[in-house]
């Protein structure tokens, strides 16, 4: 069973740093692309990064280049998303997904799998 657990949202100044965790169970994150992706209040789901098998990354938006970064440790079968340089832009619940299917990211690609989200605040 395939299971995807965030953790470290908080709320945080402006130009602050958060590490977002995304714990991964009942598959090998290693082997598939995994995808953060962000839900602003009021508006739409949108992509944010992805970390594809052999550990590129992708990112689906060009408002977290350069301050966000995305990792993983297979030890711990988690994928990470540091930000950096926050801006009040930047709150959201991030989630991260897969479908634990493709090794590339693929905005395109349709998640199968959703955790339940970590809230990231940023005051001004």
């Known amino acids: 069973q395939v299971q995807l657990v965030e953790s470290g949202g908080a709320l945080v100044h402006a130009g602050g740093s958060l590490r977002l965790s995304c714990a991964a169970s009942g598959f090998v994150s290693d082997y598939y692309a995994v995808g953060w992706f962000r839900q602003a209040p009021g508006k739409e789901r949108e992509g944010v990064l992805c970390?594809?098998?052999?550990?590129?990354?992708?990112y689906y938006t060009d408002s977290v280049k350069g301050r966000f970064t995305i990792s993983r440790d297979s030890a711990k079968n988690t994928v990470y998303l540091q930000m950096n340089s926050l801006k009040p832009e930047d709150t959201a619940v991030y989630y991260c997904?897969?479908?634990?299917?493709?090794?590339?990211?693929?905005?395109?690609?349709?998640?199968?799998?959703w955790g339940q989200g970590t809230p990231v605040t940023v005051s001004s």
């Open positions: 997904a897969t479908d634990a299917d493709h090794a590339l990211c693929d905005i395109a690609t349709i998640m199968l799998y």
């Open positions: 970390i594809s098998s052999s550990g590129s990354s992708t």
